[in-house]
């Protein structure tokens, strides 16, 4: 354990099993999230068949209505797979392996999200509004959610890298500066 003045380099005092568990348990939280998403847009989605509008639906939306439940069921599976492969890894000392995989399926999880969104509003336009309107719905949501999910979180990645504000990264740069002057160094004497 470090000295309670000291950091890990990221700006916590925590020995490396105490930030995977960390880690592990905000992966958890943000598991929960999604889930919780995911049962309210397939409760919905699984109501439909029993509405009498149902019935008049055209092929297009009968097949967008199929895709999207076997969407959901996939996307509830997503986020079902770290509780697997926690029992799976349980006490065998892998939590790197199991948070570096569950930060993987989130990400994947979150996809299946945002893709069921999409479809789930390109339906319900499509089925009040008419085709070309679920369509439009569809793509707008679609690019907002590209917007939110990849670009918004790319930009702050990169900007927080460009302006060192990312914990370790001034300590990684420092490493990487001290390393090269140290072979700047031997190199002038060899």
Not at 58 to 84: G, K, M, N, Q, R
Not at 107 to 120: D, F, I, Q, R, Y
Request: with cysteine; charged share 20%.
């Amino acid at each position: 354990m470090p000295d309670p003045g000291q950091s890990n380099g990221r700006g916590r005092n925590e020995t490396a099993e105490e930030t995977l568990d960390r880690n592990w348990m905000e992966l958890l939280q943000e598991l929960r999230v999604l889930q919780t998403g995911v049962q309210i847009l397939a409760g919905f989605l699984l109501t439909l068949p029993f509405q009498a509008r149902f019935e008049k639906l055209t092929d297009f939306e009968t097949t967008l209505y199929l895709c999207l439940v076997v969407l959901a069921a996939l996307t509830t599976a997503t986020i079902l797979l770290p509780v697997s492969v926690h029992r799976r890894l349980f006490r065998q000392r892998l939590k790197a392996t199991l948070v570096s995989s569950a930060d993987s399926i989130t990400k994947v999880s979150l996809a299946g999200v945002a893709l069921l969104s999409v479809g789930t509003s390109t339906l319900v336009f499509d089925v009040t509004a008419g085709h070309t309107a679920g369509l439009i719905a569809g793509a707008v949501l679609f690019a907002v959610l590209v917007v939110l999910l990849v670009v918004v979180p790319a930009r702050l990645l990169r900007k927080a890298r460009q302006s060192d504000a990312l914990p370790g990264v001034r300590e990684d740069k420092q490493h990487r500066e001290d390393d090269q002057q140290g072979e700047d160094n031997q190199d002038a004497r060899g």
